[in-house]
Every structure is written in C-alpha cells, then in structure tokens.
C-alpha cells in the first residue's frame, strides 16, 4: 500500500536551515508529483512547493520562493525539502503528500513538526 | 493567486443531520481541480472528493460534492459521530494550488 514516511521532529534556532525527508513506498516515485504542505498551529494547510520526480522539476508558491529548495533522490525513492533562513513563524508541521491519478492530492505523510525558537 | 472562500467558518449539527458546506473561488477553478479534505487534531488531512464529485477509496456515499465554476458544495449526509472534524477545500487548477481556510463541523 502506498505510503509516504517523513523525518522526524527539528528544532532549530532563527536563521538556521532544515532539510526534512519524505520516502515514498508502495509505488513508483517518479509516477507522480509530490506536493509539500506546512500548517502552523491553529491554522490550515498551505502549499509550498511541488517537484516531478522524474525529471526534478519544482514550481514553488512565491511566498517561499528564495527559502525553499525541493530536491529527490530516486535510488531510495525519497524527496527532501529544505527551508533556510527559519524564523518564528515557520514553527508548523510539514506534509508531503503525492498528486496520484487525476492529480488528486491522495496520500500524505504523517507531517514533520518543525519548532523555530531562540 | 485563486482565493478560496469557505462558508460557514463553523456548522454545528446534531448526528443524523445534513451538512452543506460551501467554497467559493475568486476565479473559475476547473472540477477536474476541486478537491475536499477532512483532517482530524494531529492527523493529516485526508481525502473525501476529487475532481469536484469523485469519492476517493474508501470515503462513504454519504459524502457527496458538486459544483462547478466558482461554486463547490460538499454535502454529508445521516452525519455520525465521527463526521465532526475540519473539513478543506483545496484547488489544484493553478500555481499556487490553495487552499480555503476551513469549517469546523462541531456537534451540537
């Protein structure tokens, strides 16, 4: 069955970066693209980013355009999403979650929770 | 940026009741692209409808959405206990995809 296991939870200090990993099993990565989602506390999803594992293109939200780089690596079936520059504001749980067929945002990981404080 | 309107912020029904949420683009959002989710407290969101009435695996008939252009519906039918969560309502037709900002179906 198709999941998608993300890392684990990251605690970092203003400006720092972190690079969370969503490996997918269940399925052929490169059949699909894979989204990215953060939720802050209290608040709804919002899209980041999404990346076709086939040939690694990405297309980001403006909002996280100069902060975010999504990347994969097929061999292990995994892609990774890093976030510079955290601030406060960037305490939430991220989600990656695969666009299956008819592009319906089917599947989710179980979320990353990533805590920015001095 | 396709803005996502939902309606009511919170619905509070008793089981056994019918609930109709509505969301509402600020442009035309192709049905192909509609999407409702529900999400439980430390839960990811999961899947109801695709494609603005498709039912996704394992999501009961009494879970139905329609619409088109800029006005989508996600009705719940007989609610149950387990219905009173958030529920979303997300478009994927254009970059950035978005997402409306929710109603929480509480019990009444």
């Known amino acids: 069955q198709v999941q998608l296991l993300q890392s684990g939870t990251e605690v970092r200090k203003p400006g720092a970066s972190v690079k969370i990993s969503c490996q997918a099993t269940g399925y052929t990565l490169t059949s699909y693209y894979m989204q990215w989602m953060r939720q802050a506390p209290g608040q709804g999803p919002a899209w980041m980013g999404q990346i076709d594992p086939s040939r690694g293109r990405t297309d980001y939200a403006q909002e996280f355009q100069d902060r975010v780089t999504l990347t994969r690596d097929t061999s292990i079936s995994t892609v990774y999403l890093e976030l510079r520059g955290l601030t406060p504001q960037d305490t939430a749980v991220y989600f990656c979650?695969?666009?299956?067929?008819?592009?319906?945002?089917?599947?989710w990981g179980q979320g990353t929770l990533v805590s920015v404080s001095s | 940026e396709i803005v996502l309107t939902q309606s009511p912020g919170t619905l509070s029904l008793s089981p056994g009741e019918r609930a109709t949420l509505s969301c509402r683009a600020s442009q035309r959002v192709s049905s192909a692209y509609l999407a409702w989710y529900q999400q439980k407290p430390g839960q990811p969101p999961r899947l109801l409808i695709y494609s603005s009435s498709k039912r996704a695996t394992g999501v009961a008939a009494r879970f139905s959405g329609s619409g088109s252009g800029t006005d989508f519906t996600l009705t719940i039918n007989r609610l149950e206990p387990d219905d009173f969560a958030v529920y979303y309502c997300?478009?994927?037709?254009?970059?950035?995809?978005?997402f409306g900002q929710g109603t929480r179906l509480d019990s009444k």
């Open positions: 997300l478009q994927s037709d254009s970059s950035p995809f978005t």
């Open positions: 979650a695969r666009a299956g067929p008819y592009d319906a945002i089917d599947y």
